[in-house]
């Protein structure tokens, strides 16, 4: 398949481009400063001009996203410009990739968007992370039964098993996940034929 | 308690007011168009006014909030401002009118947000409500964790039993609830000792 793999320089783009490029899929990789296309897709216009550009040489059977951005901070902290952040940085952006894509993607093409584990259990210092994962969760479930047969999926893991070094503290107790496992669920939503799901990995 | 109900003019916000009065609380009312104190708390700086005109008398010990709108339309023909919209109308208003009422509340005071069965079942052309709904639920499990001993919950009601004839169409199968019954998710929430909860009415 062409699939259109948004965030490929990041510790889990790079594990999922391994993954597909594996499976013999054929990657275009886009990001803001990495990737074959570089664009900023928390602007819509820019997702459009990334569609163009990804579009030239022919149809894309799917979009992955490991791109998404949140602020941390406690909640007494936060500003109203920290929960915006979070909601174009991880919610529109991913949402407009989504409704920008219908036409780009293939009649039964799939997009395969990214989430976390606080969109289920809270940290301190997570309330806008959990805010944008509960939404893309919940748009995801919805998004499902209007854009049939085309699909849509997100993928919803812990902490990495390789950043327990810089993020582990967050997530006491917590199983983690290795970037691996989580990769193979972008290769069950690709692949595969499940639509509306979120999968979520570590617990 | 002194009670600041949002929202108090809708049809939710009514039998929420009644359902408080009833049990012998003092309300003050707010909204955009109608009640004691006339605000858009679409507009953060409009909660912050609302604040000092609501303190003025005394301390709070609860807010509920019964405002909450957002576009319906195919996920097909929404917009980035349809999206933000929805942002703006359920997600960012409430979460401000929660991070704003932190000080304006007593120790052990509580948040009641409003939601709705879309962030967990969907129904064609509501793709932006699931997504606020998601992003408030899971905001206030989040929260939950930091603003204790104060408290935060949710009322995630279907279609109401008394709507039925205008949206009845939109959620057929689903089983209704009465206003009354959400009346008292909210009683539930402001004089009772959960956090962190999700009152689901209805399936």
Redesign the interface.
């Given at each position: 398949m062409r699939i259109l793999l948004i965030g490929a320089g990041g510790l889990l783009g790079s594990a999922v481009h391994q993954a597909l490029t594996d499976r013999g899929h054929k990657l275009v990789t886009a990001g803001r400063s990495s990737g074959d296309l570089r664009y900023d897709i928390t602007d819509?216009a820019q997702i459009a001009a990334l569609y163009e550009a990804a579009g030239r040489d022919g149809q894309l059977d799917a979009v992955a996203s490991a791109a998404g951005s949140v602020p941390y901070r406690?909640?007494?902290e936060?500003t109203?410009q920290d929960?915006?952040a979070a909601?174009q940085g991880k919610?529109?952006s991913q949402?407009?990739l989504?409704?920008q894509g219908?036409d780009q993607l293939s009649p039964r093409g799939s997009f395969t968007l990214i989430t976390g584990v606080?969109?289920?259990?809270?940290?301190?210092t997570?309330?806008a992370?959990?805010?944008?994962?509960?939404?893309?969760?919940?748009?995801v479930?919805?998004?499902?039964?209007?854009?049939a047969p085309q699909r849509i999926n997100a993928v919803s893991p812990t902490v990495f098993t390789e950043a327990l070094d810089v993020y582990g503290d967050f997530f006491p107790g917590f199983a983690p996940v290795g970037l691996a496992e989580v990769a193979q669920a972008y290769v069950r939503s690709i692949e595969g034929a499940e639509t509306?799901r979120v999968f979520e990995l570590g617990s």
């Amino acid at each position: 398949m062409r699939i259109l793999l948004i965030g490929a320089g990041g510790l889990l783009g790079s594990a999922v481009h391994q993954a597909l490029t594996d499976r013999g899929h054929k990657l275009v990789t886009a990001g803001r400063s990495s990737g074959d296309l570089r664009y900023d897709i928390t602007d819509p216009a820019q997702i459009a001009a990334l569609y163009e550009a990804a579009g030239r040489d022919g149809q894309l059977d799917a979009v992955a996203s490991a791109a998404g951005s949140v602020p941390y901070r406690p909640v007494a902290e936060m500003t109203p410009q920290d929960w915006t952040a979070a909601f174009q940085g991880k919610v529109l952006s991913q949402v407009e990739l989504v409704r920008q894509g219908l036409d780009q993607l293939s009649p039964r093409g799939s997009f395969t968007l990214i989430t976390g584990v606080l969109a289920r259990s809270p940290i301190v210092t997570g309330a806008a992370a959990s805010l944008a994962n509960g939404a893309v969760e919940a748009f995801v479930r919805a998004a499902a039964i209007e854009i049939a047969p085309q699909r849509i999926n997100a993928v919803s893991p812990t902490v990495f098993t390789e950043a327990l070094d810089v993020y582990g503290d967050f997530f006491p107790g917590f199983a983690p996940v290795g970037l691996a496992e989580v990769a193979q669920a972008y290769v069950r939503s690709i692949e595969g034929a499940e639509t509306g799901r979120v999968f979520e990995l570590g617990s």
